[in-house]
T-cell receptor, first 115, second 112 residues
Framework: EAGVTQFPSHSVIEKGQTVTLRCDPISGHDNLYWYRRVMGKEIKFLLHFVKESKQDESGMPNNRFLAERTGGTYSTLKVQPAELEDSGVYFC?????????????FGSGTRLTVV | QKEVEQNSGPLSVPEGAIASLNCTYS??????FFWYRQYSGKSPELIMSIYSNGDKEDGRFTAQLNKASQYVSLLIRDSQPSDSATYLC????????????FGTGTRLLVSP
């Protein structure tokens, strides 16, 4: 079984530019989560999709962040315009319906650097 | 106060010793507790979950939970150099709450 795939693995952009991160969950996983780790801080929850619906987006930092999961398969996280404080590692995770938290499988992350 | 607190380390132990990793949490409503291992540049990997007070053993790993003290620990017996990684403590409020709240992690170094 293929794992959670994220790309790009690294992205360096200038302040004010737009970046789109992509996550492909494990096939058949209805739950998809985005987390972020800013340097020196803990991994923090951003949002949770169940299929194509946003179940919980309480962790989204501001309206410069837009997450989508059209068709309930892969998800994108767009940052527009990017700011310096958006630098960090963005993790995606997925789990099967009903499996909840213990079934999380994380992707290897996208390291975003805003300069 | 952070929701989940961990000593950042590094915690250095010799090969074969017991490594003891500790975590405290502030939300008394937390019901599920997890330990993840993360190698540098890799994704977090779930190694233990615990839901009830007491000990839970899985191979060389033992998780301990004390809800009254709001304390979770992970013991690694017969530590190996391959155990060198960052160990993340995470908590969840349980049914209906899907998100995890993480600590900053403790870096473990096991020397040969």
């Amino acid at each position: 079984e293929a794992g959670v795939t994220q790309f790009p693995s690294h992205s360096v952009i200038e302040k004010g530019q737009t970046v789109t991160l992509r996550c492909d969950p494990i096939s058949g996983h209805d739950n998809l989560y985005w987390y972020r780790r800013v340097m020196g801080k803990e991994i923090k929850f951003l949002l949770h999709f169940v299929k194509e619906s946003k179940q919980d987006e309480s962790g989204m930092p501001n309206n410069r962040f837009l997450a989508e999961r059209t068709g309930g398969t892969y998800s994108t996280l767009k940052v527009q315009p990017a700011e310096l404080e958006d630098s960090g590692v963005y993790f995606c995770a997925s789990s099967q319906a009903g499996q909840g938290v213990p079934g999380y499988t994380f992707g290897s992350g996208t390291r975003l650097t805003v300069v | 106060q952070k929701e989940v607190e961990q000593n950042s380390g590094p915690l250095s132990v010799p090969e074969g010793a017991i490594a003891s990793l500790n975590c405290t949490y502030s939300d008394r409503g937390s019901q599920s507790f997890f330990w993840y291992r993360q190698y540098s540049g890799k994704s977090p990997e779930l190694i233990m979950s615990i839901y009830s007070n007491g000990d839970k053993e899985d191979g060389r790993f033992t998780a301990q939970l004390n809800k009254a003290s709001q304390y979770v620990s992970l013991l690694i017996r017969d530590s190996q150099p391959s155990d060198s990684a960052t160990y993340l403590c995470a908590v969840n409020r349980g049914t209906g709450f899907q998100k995890l709240v993480f600590g900053t992690g403790t870096r473990l170094l096991v020397s040969p």
